[in-house]
């Protein structure tokens, strides 16, 4: 199954994101194999940087960092696929500031809605940010379901239970782009969710 032809929009509604730098993951899964996804902010300016472009991407060389880390032995995007981890981000089009707006990150959970409906056996969601978490709990609201993710500073809620259809869910930092590299106080924390989130998915 190749991702970008199952998830597509149409009408680019948002108005705080660059719309040329749309990106869906372009990448063919085996959608039963999938029994973690990893959700980062927004997709990169410069498509070279996304995930699962050729080349040594900004968004793979930070994710198999945090995967490093947290002492998963992977070099590439492609053996963090092989082990049953999609990679993708909650907003589709790159940021035009710092922020994503509640409302753009609420119009893009509903493409991020159907992507995660391509997987049957997901168990566990990495939600890595704010704007991810935000993403999720929208499409709950949505269905009138409980949200995942309590309100608070990921700092506290970090470790705690939580829930989203049948799936672990793991609020985390985001691993994707330089400031993973900056803010070193945060690796360690992805490092600890991404370890509690592998086991979680078996």
Same mark, same amino acid.
């Given at each position: 199954m190749r991702v970008s032809h199952c998830v597509k929009c149409g009408a680019f509604p948002c108005a705080d994101v660059r719309h040329d730098c749309y990106l869906v993951p372009d990448v063919v899964v085996k959608p039963e194999e999938i029994r973690m996804v990893m959700i980062s902010e927004a997709a990169p300016e410069d498509s070279a940087d996304f995930y699962y472009a050729k080349g040594d991407p900004l968004f793979a060389r930070t994710t198999v960092a945090a995967f490093r880390? !947290?002492?998963?032995?992977?070099?590439?995007?492609?053996? %963090?696929v092989a082990r049953?981890?999609? /990679?993708?981000? !909650?907003?589709? *089009? !790159?940021?035009?500031g710092y922020a994503v707006a509640?409302?753009? !990150?609420?119009? *893009?959970?509903?493409? /991020?809605?159907?992507?995660?409906a391509l997987f049957p056996n /997901?168990?566990? /969601?990495m939600l890595m940010g704010d704007v991810a978490i935000k993403a999720v709990n929208c499409i709950a609201k949505r269905a009138g379901e409980k949200r995942p993710v309590p309100a608070g500073s990921t700092y506290k809620i970090r470790g705690g239970k939580f829930e989203f259809r049948g799936a672990r869910v793991f609020p985390s930092y985001l691993q994707a782009g330089p400031?993973?590299? %900056?803010?070193k106080s945060k690796r360690r924390m992805i490092a600890e969710d991404i370890q509690a989130g592998m086991k979680a998915a078996g």
């Open positions: 880390d !947290a002492g998963v032995d992977v070099s590439s995007v492609k053996e %963090i049953g981890v999609y /990679l993708t981000t !909650a907003v589709k *089009c !790159a940021k035009t509640t409302e753009t !990150a609420r119009e *893009c959970s509903l493409l /991020l809605e159907k992507e995660l /997901l168990k566990v /969601l400031s993973y590299f %900056i803010e």
